[in-house]
């Protein structure tokens, strides 16, 4: 925590203003100046001004809200409230987590920068060399590390996103300054091989990114293997997020050390449930390893996430049980909505479900009459899926509270 002493810091700078006859004019003219004044004399600046201009304009993300703040605007227990809107994991991290945190003996020092034990760990769990692996605080820190390493802001430089799906590849390409060029996926959210060949056909500079998540998030589908090929054969970083893999079973880092151009990301959040301790990792081409390394925060994994990803992996049989009791939800999910004729549930491979709503229905209705229960779930604005809602899997307890809510809609 820095000293309020240390906090006042930025203002030392001004001193070397009085130099500055502007300032030393202003100040003899008007010796009642308002703190305010004195701590901006030159009026005319506004730091604001100064921001990158597709900053200053930028939509910004819309994160949920805390579960405690959640919890107080819904007038609810935190442990009455069924959350099923953020696709995380409900049984929580595996016990062995919380004894490795609190038997932690180095949260005073900084962490590893290169998260070796951890990365040793990984390696062991995805059967791929150390060398490969980067681990990240959330896949997200990955994901915006490729734009850094490979976007450069007020270029031409673009990236091809396939919508809908996750919204940290069009937040990370605005915040660095990429151009989006979205290839829609079909209806069934298959993405659109054929029209991404032909934006590489149609640019004089190829994009440097393609990002496809697989199962894609918002509705669990898959990509095949034919069509990554196809994607693979382009001249693009192709980046494959497989942050649901453990719930789909199709597993493409082993991909990785065959092609030049393809990068696997990963995470602790979904299979492990360690999304507040913001753990991912990824693999990549051994040629662009050490400008990754170069470029990334060197204590960007803290010391309490390298030790519960960790200690997880050690855990897996336990955390991948619940992986399969959750699976095992999906499928009774198909089943037990299967009563309404209002809700069109689409294929999943992943924690989720996502659910068409009949017009007279509405999907906001439904979600806000699910609020009402204390059943929370993902509601789009996005142009495409205003009638969809999203249903992360929950505990056997939190489903039967769903369905009799839904039954009584
Ligand atoms: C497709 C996809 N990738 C990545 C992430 C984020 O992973 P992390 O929590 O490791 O940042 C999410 C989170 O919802 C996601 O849906």
Redesign the pocket.
């Known amino acids: 925590m820095q000293s309020s002493a240390a906090a006042f810091q930025p203002c030392l700078p001004l001193l070397h203003l009085n130099s500055n006859p502007r300032y030393t004019m202003r100040r003899r003219a008007r010796p009642q100046l308002s703190p305010k004044a004195v701590l901006n004399p030159v009026q005319s600046f506004s730091p604001e001004d100064s921001i990158r201009p597709s900053l200053k304009d930028m939509a910004p993300y819309t994160p949920i809200l805390p579960y405690e703040v959640l919890a107080q605007k819904l007038g609810r227990h935190p442990s009455d409230i069924v959350k099923l809107d953020a696709?995380e994991n409900p049984f929580g991290p595996a016990p062995a987590v919380a004894t490795a945190l609190a038997d932690a003996k180095y949260l005073h020092i900084y962490p590893d920068p290169e998260s070796s034990s951890l990365r040793d760990a990984i390696a062991q769990y995805t059967n791929l060399p150390k060398e490969y692996i980067m681990a990240g605080a959330?896949?997200?820190e990955l994901i915006d590390l490729l734009f850094r390493l490979f976007v450069t802001p007020g270029t031409d430089d673009s990236i091809v996103n396939c919508p809908p799906t996750?919204g940290?590849y069009k937040f990370d390409a605005d915040v660095n300054g990429a151009r989006i060029i979205n290839v829609s996926r079909h209806p069934d959210f298959a993405v659109d091989v054929d029209a991404i060949e032909r934006i590489f056909d149609e640019q004089r500079n190829p994009p440097k990114l393609l990002f496809v998540?697989s199962p894609n998030?918002p509705d669990g589908g898959v990509l095949s293997d034919d069509h990554l090929k196809r994607l693979l054969a382009l001249p693009t970083l192709v980046v494959l997020?497989e942050?649901y893999f453990e719930f789909s079973g199709h597993n493409r880092m082993a991909w990785v050390p065959h092609y030049d151009n393809l990068v696997v990301l990963r995470?602790f959040?979904k299979w492990a449930a360690l999304?507040g301790m913001?753990v991912?990792y990824g693999a990549f081409p051994l040629s662009l390893m050490k400008h990754l390394w170069k470029i990334k925060q060197p204590y960007n994994v803290s010391v309490a996430s390298q030790i519960a990803a960790t200690a997880s992996i050690e855990q897996k049989r336990d955390l991948l049980d619940k992986v399969d009791r959750l699976i095992k939800q999906r499928h009774i999910f198909y089943d037990r909505v299967a009563k309404y004729d209002w809700l069109l549930p689409y294929p999943s491979q992943s924690n989720y479900v996502l659910c068409r709503v009949s017009e007279d229905r509405g999907a906001a209705q439904i979600r806000q009459q699910l609020i009402d229960r204390g059943i929370l779930i993902r509601y789009y604005t996005t142009p495409g899926l205003t009638d969809c809602i999203r249903v992360s899997m929950g505990t056997e307890a939190q489903m039967e509270r769903l369905y009799s809510a839904l039954d009584q809609l």
């Open positions: 696709n959330g896949a997200d996750f940290m998540a998030n997020d942050a995470t959040s999304a913001r991912g």
